[in-house]
Antibody, heavy 122, light 107 residues
Framework: EVQVLESGGGLVRPGESLRLSCAAS????????MNWVRQAPGKGLEWLSA????????SYADSVKGRFTISRDNSMNTVYLQMNSLRADDTAVYYC???????????????WGQGTPVTVSS | DIRLTQSPSSLSASVGDRVTITCGAS??????LNWYQHHPGKTPKLLIY???RLQRGVPSAFSGSGSVTHFTLTITSLQREDFAVYYC?????????FGQGTKVDIK
């Protein structure tokens, strides 16, 4: 059974940093790209970033490029999202999602975690 | 970036109704379009991928069609558990983008 579980969310002040983790199991982790998607309060889904199975390829939305960094540790079946220079408009529930197909680019997202909330406020 | 526009933004329907949601793309995305269902507070669920392929385990009441810039999601007979928010998403080019969502609630 595929499982995806995010952690690391919390309350931070503007300008601070936070690292989210996403532990996955039930599939060949190193073969699949992983993605981060967020949903701000009262808003829709926003795709943020993806990383290939090997970690060699990454992609970011313009809204987070230069501030957020995605990485993965295939020995731990875990993907990370390092978030720097956080702003109030980064407040959201952050979801980790597995890519449906092996390889790159990521394609459809077939398994999602429950999400971890991040609040940026002074 | 590719912009996706969903219509309507919300709709009210009754159990048993046929519901159609459209998604328009700002440029040709071939058939690289997915549909997700999201119940508030729960995990988004992939319903349709590559415009018309039904994800395993999804009821056949759901169907998708379209290509290039115009896509539709149809629910042939709405069930109580189908009241949710529906999103389209393109995977034609990075960065990926979602439509703004369509909320389906009970009339």
């Amino acid at each position: 059974e595929v499982q995806v579980l995010e952690s690391g969310g919390g309350l931070v002040r503007p300008g601070e940093s936070l690292r989210l983790s996403c532990a996955a199991s039930g599939f060949t982790f190193s073969s699949h790209a992983m993605n981060w998607v967020r949903q701000a309060p009262g808003k829709g889904l926003e795709w943020l970033s993806a990383i290939s199975g090997s970690g060699a390829s990454t992609s970011y939305a313009d809204s987070v490029k230069g501030r957020f960094t995605i990485s993965r540790d295939n020995s731990m079946n875990t993907v990370y999202l390092q978030m720097n220079s956080l702003r109030a408009d980064d407040t959201a529930v952050y979801y980790c999602a597995k890519s449906f197909r092996a390889g790159w680019p990521p394609g459809p997202l077939d398994y999602w975690g429950q999400g971890t909330p991040v609040t940026v406020s002074s | 970036d590719i912009r996706l526009t969903q219509s309507p933004s919300s709709l009210s329907a009754s159990v048993g109704d046929r519901v159609t949601i459209t998604c328009g793309a700002s440029q040709n995305i071939s058939n690289s379009l997915n549909w997700y269902q999201h119940h508030p507070g729960k995990t988004p669920k992939l319903l349709i991928y590559d415009a018309s392929r039904l994800q395993r385990g999804v009821p056949s009441a759901f169907s998708g069609s379209g290509s290039v810039t115009h896509f539709t999601l149809t629910i042939t007979s709405l069930q109580r558990e189908d009241f949710a928010v529906y999103y389209c998403q393109q995977h034609f080019s990075l960065p990926y983008t979602f439509g703004q969502g369509t909320k389906v609630d009970i009339k």
